[in-house]
């Protein structure tokens, strides 16, 4: 569905974009701004992820002539993908930093298996190049704020999760953080869905950078093994040196490439999705990133971009 959006968008021509499809070929023609609508479940039912269309058409649509608004539907609340938490309070914030101009709204939460949520935003045109992104120090820690919601479930499963969350954090609180008592918000609701679901959002604020890490409930998994998944990867970040989290990194460096300058992230996990990113990047574009540290590990990225422009 993503290639299909990015198709309806430049007027393209695609082939292979089926199921069980080896090969696909795209051939974009001339980007068009207007009014968009996309849904994962157009054929039958599913939770296909609605977030990974969002960042399929973000940068095309910042390219059109004129403002867009896109309505997506499917799942934003399923694995592998970002969620729309996610998107909203850890994804868009940088971009728009760099000059993307976009809003964006959750209207229903999708999860597996009947998806059927559904994602508004709205983007303008950048009317010149992206600004460089530099982000190699996270400043000193501001906030922590745990999101746990239910969707048709007892708003019970919500709270457990959430003070499991707080245990865990009274046991192994990185000191940073302070003492005695942590200033915790947290935000305990029941979220409009077609189906069941639960989430649980950790979002640490630093003074130039937001981090956020998401559990997502199952049938038979406990609450407190979603709360316990989802501390156990704040963890890794925090205890870490590095900005970005590893999943930030990895959706920046598009970005990065088409701003005007010297972009230099560093981040707490070199990942092979952020290296295949890479490569895919420098087979269309003039230009070669230099990455710093082993796959697995803290490093450092850098490119200078192209200074991309309509």
Known sequence: MSAKAAAAITNGRLEGAELNSQTMRFLPGRITNGRYCFDVASLKVSAGAAGLIFQTIIPVLSLADGPSEVSIA?????????????????FLPVVIKMGVSINMTV?????????????????KPCSKPLRPLNLTERGKFKSLKVTSAVANLSISIA??????????????????????????QNDIKAVSSPGKGT????????ENIRAGFTGLG???????????????????????KGT???????????????????????TTRITNHLLTNIWIIEQFLPMKFAVKGD???EGMVSVKGIAFCR
């Open 159 to 184: 709270e457990r999760q959430r003070d499991r969350v707080i245990k865990r954090f009274q046991i192994s609180r990185p000191t940073f953080m302070g003492a005695p008592k942590l200033q915790l």
């Open 107 to 123: 209207h229903t939460y999708g999860f597996y298996p009947l998806g059927g949520g559904r994602i508004n935003i709205a983007v």
């Open 218 to 240: 199952a049938i038979g998994k406990r609450a407190e093994a979603v709360a316990d998944e989802t501390v156990d990867e704040f963890l890794q970040y925090v205890n870490r």
């Open 244 to 266: 970005l989290d590893p999943y930030l990194a990895d959706q920046m460096v598009l970005y990065m490439a088409l701003a005007a300058g010297q972009s230099t992230i560093s």
């Open 199 to 206: 989430f649980l959002f950790i979002l640490t604020e630093f």
């Open 74 to 90: 499917g799942g934003t609340h399923v694995p592998w993908s970002p969620p729309a938490d996610y998107l909203e309070e850890i």
């Open 295 to 297: 796959i697995g590990e």
